[in-house]
């Protein structure tokens, strides 16, 4: 059965860092698009990040940009979401999520797979 599994959050203030993991069973990453969704309290979920399994392309949501890096290890089938300059606007339940077209990962109605998230809460 495949499997995503997000580990790293946690309670952070503002200006700090987290990591975000997220390990796959069943060989979901092998070729699978990787990627980073997140939904705050009383909104809806949205794109965050993703990484190409073939050429290590990403792309972001603009809010994140030049403060959290996704990146791959496919020896481990893992993914992470470096997360830097964290702001309290970042405070959210963060999804990882797997599709197998790079497009498709980059909206919520393309992933295969999903994580159960994990919480990150950034105070003032």
């Known amino acids: 059965q495949r499997q995503l599994v997000e580990s790293g959050g946690g309670l952070v203030q503002a200006g700090g860092s987290l990591r975000l993991s997220c390990a796959a069973s069943g060989r979901v990453f092998s070729r699978y698009n990787g990627g980073w969704f997140r939904q705050a309290p009383g909104k809806e979920r949205e794109f965050v990040a993703a990484?190409?399994?073939?050429?290590?392309?990403?792309v972001y949501r603009d809010s994140v940009k030049g403060r959290f890096t996704i990146s791959r290890d496919n020896a481990k089938n893992t993914v992470y979401l470096q997360m830097n300059s964290l702001k309290p606007e970042d405070t959210a339940v963060y999804y990882c999520a797997a599709a197998p077209d790079f497009t498709s990962i980059l909206r919520i109605s393309g992933v295969d797979y999903w994580g159960k998230g994990t919480l990150v809460t950034v105070s003032p």
């Open positions: 990484i190409s399994w073939t050429t290590s392309s990403t």
